[in-house]
């Protein structure tokens, strides 16, 4: 079955530049996470969605960073005026109310590279 | 791809014995304690999860321990092979939070033939 796909699986900005990246998850999955992974380190949480409500975006780093989910499926993660420690892979997961929130299904992840 | 483990410790293993991936927590207020097993440029897969209130459970050639007393998880794999090979991150979760995870530092596993 289809899992969760994400887009682009590369992205190059110069600096300053404003990015989106988007994440469709696995149909039905009603909790979505999105995660920033620096190079060499485990997954670092930025933000949960239960549906379209983000109940979670303790750990967005800045104001520059935003997400969204409409209508409660497909999300989008932007980064406005992009600095190079924003350099990473951006994963999204998603979970079912059936086997838990705790088990996450990731996506491939975006490869942000700013220069 | 791009490797993720450049810098992380290294298990190497044989071809078809037993390994041993090692994980210390924190966090004593986590219900749910998972494995990530990640390959080069894929994002984690889940293997296995443990509760908190359990202290072993088996899945298909994988076991995973949890010692609370000395805040320790592991994870064993059983005759591994050359496809186990990729960076293993254990992961929790708090008991308090709607689903963020906590990953721990990766581990990458090596199988030699």
């Known amino acids: 079955g289809a899992g969760v796909s994400q887009s682009p699986r590369y992205k190059v900005a110069k600096r300053g530049q404003d990015v989106a990246l988007r994440c469709d998850p696995i149909?039905?999955?009603?909790?979505l996470f999105w995660y920033q992974q620096a190079l060499g380190q485990g997954p670092e949480f930025l933000t949960y969605?239960?549906?379209?409500?983000?109940?979670?975006k303790s750990g967005l780093p800045s104001d520059r960073f935003f997400a969204e989910r409409p209508e409660g499926s497909v999300s989008t993660l932007k980064i406005q005026r992009t600095q190079q420690e924003d350099s990473a892979v951006y994963l999204c997961?998603?979970?079912?109310?059936?086997?838990?929130?705790?088990?996450?299904?990731f996506g491939p992840g975006t490869r942000l590279t700013v220069t | 791809g791009e490797s993720v483990g450049l810098h992380l410790p290294t298990l190497s293993v044989q071809e078809g014995d037993n390994s041993i991936i090692n994980c210390a927590y924190s966090?004593?207020?986590?219900?749910?304690f998972i494995w990530y097993k990640q390959e080069s440029g894929k994002g984690p897969q889940f293997i296995i999860d443990i509760r908190s209130n359990m202290d072993k459970r088996q899945g298909q050639r994988v076991t995973v321990l949890l010692n609370k007393t000395v805040k320790h998880l592991s994870l064993q794999i059983a005759a591994t092979q050359p496809g186990d090979s990729a960076v293993y991150f254990c992961?929790?979760?708090?008991?308090?939070?709607?689903?963020?995870?906590?990953f721990g530092a990766g581990t990458q596993v090596v199988v030699t033939p």
């Open positions: 149909s039905g999955h009603v909790s």
């Open positions: 992961a929790e979760k708090r008991i308090d939070s709607w689903g963020k995870l906590q």
């Open positions: 997961a998603s979970s079912s109310k059936r086997t838990g929130v705790h088990e996450q299904y």
């Open positions: 969605f239960q549906n379209e409500a983000q109940l979670d």
């Open positions: 966090n004593s207020a986590s219900d749910y």
